[in-house]
């Protein structure tokens, strides 16, 4: 018996004024709605940084090209990378954990509602924030635009002295109001999941996605607070006459560096943790098998998250750190390798002895999987720190954590919204066309970032708007724009795919996949209070043991 | 489908999870530990190289009653807090405050030493690297405490009109934690500042 | 002077670092080699499990409501695929420190060549201390014979933002931090061109900061030494020019050994023909794109921080041809 779905049946059943409808989810605080309005938000500006990597693209195509002025095309990068991470990635992970893990520990919603409504508000001021300042970036001394600093702002490029203008505060602000936002958010993920389980599910018992966002909350804490200290200081040397980073003055551009890669690289581990979410509920469910090694997946997932806080000074590589300190960050490296590499097997452990189905969400988590083996695997390259004097500041660098980030992250995503778009509208999305996005995207995909290694290889650095006809650089950086154009076919398809099937798609009932997990014992979507009665588990999948009353997973766990 | 029960063949244990709002306090700490800790390493990372201007033991007069204020507010605010689990009003209302009075001659007395740096030692945020390091970490400490003394100034409001009772005494306990946790960034950057730095 | 692979100064030279030219370089060369084939065996192994469990467990038509045996996990097989990933770790740990140390704390003989280089906003200055020298954009080292190891040190420095010395098949890159001091050496043993770029991204004309290494056999090298070492040829028939240059504010940012200009923000313009490049690589060194550059910078480099000068035609051409007279 369904219990009834409000809040998205509504929209499709016109006859409520349309104001009525944008002042609901514009004050909302359902952990549901302010879940969907983080993806949504993630997935407009998805296109806008994607049009700027095309910018990007079209001007390398060629040797010498000028499609656009250097100027512009420092601006694209800076705004690509910074877009991407603070404004596409972090917002739509967000979304999905907020969605999902009130669901999956049983409860009504987050901890704190509004608070979490204040966190999405204020992510959001802060991607509009980053793009006014191609409106607004004119300071009163007319120099400025949107940001070029590159998203890493090193000092002393992002000093008032060689950034005059407002640009680079348009960069400093919007990401300090929206790291606030995300320190919020992730305070509400840690007390919500320790505070508010249902009766039975111990630490233990939680679904994997549950605990891989409980340790990236952890992470969010510790990692974006010192991109907010720096950020604080930049603002101080800008506008307070400081010198944290005044190099005249005695100050160190080296610990901008050190601040800046603290936050940086544990922030990719924060964007992977709920990737691997996502593909530790997925696997499981299409290999007809439990997740192999729960209690390893968890220790692994924790043993990330403190190691990946030892490793920062790998971008660091060849600021000229001696020879001590560069051994002790190729070593912390490659371990955090390990635990990496361990889960990889484990999902490899679940779907062997299983009975696959080859579903679109499947498919884009065994993208995953190749990709994110080839991208650890270049990764431990990277780590190798006389290698990464090689590669580093390189295409190859590029390459590789577009491979992570694309090839993992973006995959996994994909997979995300194939398995979970039933549960939040109610309906299919179409298989026809999500394996035209899927093979579409993956051609894409490969043709753009396995041959993108090779320029990085034959010495083309990054962030360059234009370069001299090297041997090989042209016809390797045109193939990668034709790769980067299948992909935006594909993601036209994709969001398509989310648009037609929202209205055409296959009505999806509860529980579509045959799943285990307590979201998929509510209707679809769920109602605004999520349970009519809290639920009481016995075991990880409590849905298994009522499936399969003889057989459950409480006699083994 | 319906609520999703199991049937249990014994009584479950009573399932009692942490409270919200210390979790939630707790991990606010965590977040603003960790800036501080940024802050300390710079100040830290700099000690001694300032190219020109004030030194530290030039100009550093160490705090030792204001130090004395602020920590003694920690008590008192603990103090409070058990007062108003036990119910008896009057003493919450009285501790508290004199936790805000106690906060405020803090404030006051950082107050009273940067006017006497800026105006008779002429060390501002823009003379040096000390200048700079010093300003920004004693700063963003006094800005959390002044947060903390709105927040205390509230709560006293509410006091005061006879609407904190001793329900509300986990609220006031998360605040508590927060003003320990102002009162132990003091103790860290005390040490960093007059101790360590000079 | 021998050939590279390619014409020797076309911007078609190779920057390959798979191809390395120095001790540095190979070492690294080694380093990586042994790593790709440890990667590489690991990815033939797991992607081949990966792709054997796709195809042997796949899901066929039958299976509906029949689900397979619930294996929840294995210490064993955990054990092992922890265990292994520490050994590979720890190979390849052991492997990379070797190196690290072999490159980062070389000795440095007595017969090292010393070469301070300052990152500027788009330009390389490369100043030799002990011959006293200084010049721009196109560094010249002598070859080093493995017998007598007669290797550069570099000493790294920036005046601005942050830089990166990047020749690939010279060596790996160090940055170039302002208020900082970085080492690097290189000990090239084939004569030839080396290109390279700046690899930190440092402001509007990153991508044309351009390196150029011109490693030369010791007599050329000498031979090059003495011609830099002179002081600037002052030829009577271009006094004029020479006039224009003096006169206008060009010598608040250029030197030229042995006139009133001796400014230090722009790249030593004492043997500026010496050069096969302008604006740190960024045209060949001819007249009209010399012209161009002092006309109108920004129909190169834009972005660069070279003024417009503003002058009139004649003295344009006047001080082209000054400039031109300075070899």
Redesign the interface.
Same mark, same amino acid.
């Given at each position: 018996m369904s219990t009834n779905a409000i809040a998205i049946e509504n929209l499709r059943s016109a006859g409520r004024p349309w104001t009525e409808t944008l002042h609901e989810w514009v004050t909302t605080v359902d952990h549901k709605r302010l879940g969907i309005l983080y993806i949504a938000y993630a997935l407009f500006f998805l296109v806008v940084a994607g049009v700027e990597a095309m910018i990007i693209r079209i001007q390398l195509m060629h040797a010498h090209n000028d499609f656009v002025s250097p100027q512009v095309f420092n601006r694209m990068f800076t705004m690509h990378g910074t877009t991407m991470i603070f404004f596409v990635a972090m917002p739509v992970l967000f979304g999905f954990a907020n969605y999902l893990v009130p669901l999956m520990i049983g409860a009504r919603d987050m901890a704190f509602p509004r608070l979490n409504a204040f966190s999405f508000w204020l992510t959001a001021l802060g991607g509009l924030l980053l793009y006014f300042s191609f409106v607004g970036g004119n300071g009163l001394y007319g120099a400025g635009n949107a940001p070029d600093v590159g998203w890493w702002a090193y000092a002393p490029l992002g000093a008032k002295a060689f950034s005059p203008g407002h640009s680079s505060d348009f960069w400093t602000v919007a990401l300090l109001v929206s790291g606030f936002g995300s320190v919020g958010t992730a305070i509400n993920i840690i007390a919500t999941v320790l505070c508010a389980r249902c009766p039975g599910m111990h630490l233990g018992r939680m679904p994997l996605l549950v605990w891989l966002n409980l340790v990236m909350s952890g992470m969010v804490l510790i990692v974006v607070t010192p991109l907010t200290a720096a950020q604080l200081m930049l603002l101080v040397d800008r506008y307070l006459g400081g010198h944290f980073f005044d190099t005249q003055a005695g100050g160190s551009a080296t610990l901008w560096m050190h601040f800046f890669w603290i936050f940086g690289h544990p922030e990719v581990y924060v964007l992977i943790l709920p990737s691997f979410a996502f593909v530790s509920e997925i696997v499981p469910v299409f290999s007809r098998k439990p997740i192999f090694g729960y209690p390893v997946m968890v220790g692994a997932t924790v043993f990330i998250g403190f190691v990946s806080m030892s490793v920062w000074a790998h971008h660091m590589f060849t600021i000229g750190m001696n020879s001590y300190a560069n051994s002790f960050f190729t070593i912390t490296s490659m371990c955090v390798g390990i635990p990496t590499g361990i889960k990889i097997f484990n999902w490899l452990g679940t779907m062997w002895g299983g009975r696959i189905q080859f579903k679109t969400a499947m498919l884009f988590c065994i993208g995953f999987l190749f990709q994110f083996l080839i991208a650890g695997l270049t990764g431990i390259m990277l780590a190798s720190s006389p290698f990464d004097w090689q590669l580093s500041l390189s295409y190859f660098v590029v390459a590789h954590f577009h491979y992570v980030i694309v090839g993992g992250i973006l995959f996994a995503l994909f997979a995300a919204f194939y398995y979970w778009y039933p549960k939040f509208t109610g309906r299919m999305l179409s298989e026809r066309l999500g394996k035209l996005h899927f093979w579409l995207f993956t051609i894409g995909f490969h043709v753009t970032f396995d041959v993108m290694h090779i320029p990085g290889i034959l010495g083309m650095p990054r962030r360059i708007y234009t370069y001299e006809p090297r041997p090989g650089w042209e016809i390797l950086n045109l193939i990668v724009t034709l790769g980067a154009v299948i992909q935006a076919v594909a993601i036209l398809i994709f969001v398509w795919n989310l648009l037609s099937s929202y209205w055409k798609g296959a009505v999806a009932g509860n529980d579509p996949w045959d799943a285990w997990t307590l979201e998929w014992s509510v209707s679809s979507p769920p109602p605004a209070y999520n349970f009519a009665t809290v639920p009481v588990v016995a075991s990880r999948r409590p849905l298994w043991d009522q499936k399969h009353p003889e057989d459950p997973d409480s006699r083994y766990e | 489908m319906s609520a999703l029960t199991i049937p249990i063949t014994q009584p479950p244990r009573p399932w009692v999870l942490p409270d919200r709002g210390k979790v939630a306090m707790a991990s606010l700490i965590i977040a603003e530990s960790a800036i501080f800790t940024i802050f300390v390493v710079a100040y830290l990372f700099y000690v001694g190289k300032s190219l020109a201007g004030p030194t530290p033991s030039q100009v550093l007069e160490t705090p030792v009653f204001y130090t004395i204020c602020l920590l003694s507010s920690s008590l008192t605010v603990h103090l409070a807090g058990t007062f108003l689990k036990r119910g008896r009003q009057g003493a919450f209302l009285s501790l508290w405050l004199l936790t805000f009075v106690l906060g405020s001659l803090f404030l006051f007395g950082t107050a009273q030493e940067w006017h006497r740096l800026i105006y008779e030692k002429g060390l501002t945020i823009s003379t040096n690297l000390f200048g700079t390091t010093y300003y920004s970490l004693v700063g963003l400490h006094a800005f959390h405490v002044t947060a903390g003394l709105v927040m205390l100034l509230v709560v006293l409001v509410f006091g005061l009109a006879g609407r904190v009772q001793r329900d509300q005494s986990g609220r006031v306990e998360v605040l508590s934690m927060y003003w320990h946790f102002v009162d132990a960034v003091w103790v860290v950057v005390f040490t960093v500042v007059y101790v360590l730095g000079r | 002077m021998a050939a590279a692979a390619?014409a020797p100064d076309s911007? *078609?030279?190779?920057?390959? #670092?798979?191809a390395p030219a120095t001790t540095p370089a190979k070492?690294?060369f080694g *380093?990586?080699m042994f790593? =790709?084939a440890v990667?590489g065996l690991?990815?033939v192994v797991? +992607?081949g499990? =990966?792709v054997y469990? =796709?195809v042997k467990?796949?899901?066929?038509a039958g299976?509906a409501g029949?689900? !397979?045996?619930? $294996?929840?996990? @294995?210490t064993q #097989?955990?054990l092992a695929?922890?265990v292994i990933?520490?050994l590979i770790?720890a190979v390849?740990?052991l492997?990379? +420190?070797r $190196?690290?140390?072999a490159?980062?704390?070389a000795p440095k003989p007595a017969a090292a060549l010393d070469v301070t280089v300052i990152g500027h906003q788009y330009w390389w200055e490369f100043r030799y201390p002990k011959l006293g020298i200084v010049t721009a954009n196109e560094l010249h080292i002598p070859a080093s014979d493995p017998a007598h190891p007669t290797p550069t040190f570099l000493k *790294?420095l920036s005046a601005?933002?942050?830089h @990166?010395f990047?020749v !690939?098949e010279l &060596?790996? /890159?160090?940055?170039l #931090? !302002?208020?900082?001091v970085? %080492?690097m050496w290189l000990d090239p043993t084939r004569p030839g061109i080396d *290109? &390279?770029?700046? +690899? %930190?991204?440092?402001?509007?004309?990153? +991508? /044309?900061m351009?390196l150029r290494v011109y490693v030369e056999p010791p007599a050329d090298f000498a031979a090059w030494v003495s011609a830099q070492q002179q002081a600037a040829i002052q030829d009577q028939k271009v006094i004029a020019g020479k006039h224009v240059f003096e006169t206008t504010s060009c010598i608040n940012c250029h030197a030229v050994s042995g006139t009133a200009a001796d400014g230090r923000f722009g790249p030593d313009l004492g043997h500026f023909m010496s050069r096969g490049t302008i604006a740190s690589?960024a045209a060949e060194n001819t007249p009209a794109n010399l012209r161009l550059w002092i006309q109108n910078p920004d129909a190169i480099k !834009? &972005?660069s921080l070279m003024p417009a000068m503003k002058l009139s035609d004649e003295d344009l051409d006047a001080v082209t041809a000054y400039l031109e007279t300075l070899r």
């Open positions: - | - | 390619a911007p *078609l030279s190779s920057t390959n #670092i798979f070492t690294i *380093l990586s790593v =790709l990667t690991i990815f797991v +992607a499990l =990966l469990s =796709l467990f796949r899901g066929r299976d029949r689900e !397979p045996a619930q $294996v929840y996990g @294995s #097989i955990e695929w922890t990933p520490v770790v390849l740990f492997a990379t +420190a $190196v690290i140390h490159i980062q704390d *790294l601005d933002t942050n @990166s990047w !690939p &060596g790996g /890159k160090t940055d #931090i !302002p208020n900082r970085n %080492q *290109l &390279g770029q700046c +690899a %930190q991204y440092c402001g509007t004309q990153h +991508a /044309k351009l690589g !834009p &972005g």
